[in-house]
């Protein structure tokens, strides 16, 4: 017999000595009840509004900060390359 075909033969078997006992203990994990949706809701809520509260803190923490300007005569001259 060759080792690959064992597992075929096998199945058969192993699902006729199967008890129906670990079905109904599998339900209990995928029970779904009414808050579930809100628990699903909640989860991909602070999934999508992240980017948004992150990027408020950002440029609310850099807004002080203002880029030089190119033009003023008080910065000192770059040297040409």
């Known amino acids: 017999m060759k080792p690959t075909s064992l597992p075929l033969v096998a199945l058969p078997i192993l699902l006729i000595l199967a008890d129906n006992s670990e079905a109904l203990d599998s339900y209990r994990y995928l029970h779904v009840t009414i808050d579930t949706p809100w628990s ?7 999934g999508v509004l992240s980017p948004f509260i992150l990027t408020a ?25």
């Not at 699903?40 to 602070?46: D, E, G, H, Q």
């Not at 803190?57 to 390359?81: A, C, F, N, Y």
């Open 57 to 81: 803190v950002l440029i609310w923490r850099h807004s002080g900060s203002k880029t030089p300007d190119p033009t003023d005569p008080k910065l000192p001259e770059q040297p040409e390359p």
């Open 40 to 46: 699903i809701f909640l989860f991909l809520l602070i």
